[in-house]
């Protein structure tokens, strides 16, 4: 079995002993058997159960990042992340139960959802390209975030969708991202304030100086 081959099982393994199993009673062992493998050859191309997830992340990305998009270059910003991630979830397809599986162990494992989250943000980012979106600096990162907690609400919908063709993802799909195109406009207008300022270009009013003439007058 060459390396690729092994990867590839033991990815497979895991995934089917999530859609039985929560991530917590998953031991490396039981992946390693599972998988048809020994220890050593499960230590030789993972480190730990987070990074057979990372791996199956990274994998999604790909086939997501592979397939033939050119016919939306022309479309709106908000049709073309649409179409992406509805690819996205069609990579998914196979893994209901699994994915199913690891949000529920999320919940109630803070450590495991943080490390989650980093990861599921990584591949946003990659997703945002995909979608001729910025990924880049502090605004990209906070809206690969953003999308990471859109991503999340649509996941659990289509995790218990049974439609053929998922009618209820997409109308959960399109709210999300309808909201977070008003989150993304409100977010570009938060960040453009400190460069206003140390631009000079706004000010903040200031309240007026009382006018010696007006206690004349009163006078």
């Given amino acids: 079995m060459t390396d690729g081959m092994k990867r590839q099982t033991i990815i497979d393994a895991l995934l089917t002993l999530l859609a039985s199993e929560p991530l917590e009673r998953v031991g490396l062992d039981d992946i390693a058997k599972a998988a048809g493998l020994s220890l050593a050859d499960l230590r030789g191309e993972f480190s730990s159960v987070v990074a057979i997830l990372a791996a199956h992340m990274k994998d999604i990305d790909q086939k997501v990042l592979s397939a033939d ?3 939306m270059g022309e479309e709106p910003a908000r ?3 649409f179409d992406v991630l509805m690819r996205r979830l069609d ?8 994915i199913r599986s690891l949000m529920r162990s999320t919940l109630c494992n803070p450590p495991l ?4 989250n980093g990861l599921a943000a990584r591949s946003m980012g ?7 979106i910025s990924a880049a600096g502090p605004k990209g990162a906070l809206r690969a975030q953003a999308l990471t907690l859109m991503y999340v609400r649509v ?10 063709g998922l009618a209820r993802t997409m109308a959960a799909l399109d709210r999300e991202l309808a909201r977070a195109e008003r989150w993304s406009g409100f977010l570009d207008t938060m960040l453009a304030i400190p460069e206003r300022l140390q631009a000079g270009r706004w000010r903040p009013r200031r309240r007026r100086d009382p006018n010696p003439d007006d206690d004349i007058v009163a006078a």
């Fill in 91 to 98: 990579a998914h397809a196979g893994h209901k139960a699994a």
């Fill in 126 to 132: 990659w997703m945002m390209t995909a979608a001729g």
């Fill in 69 to 71: 998009a050119s016919d």
């Fill in 113 to 116: 959802a943080l490390v989650m």
């Fill in 155 to 164: 996941l659990s919908v289509w995790s218990n969708d049974e439609d053929p």
């Fill in 79 to 81: 049709e073309r992340l």
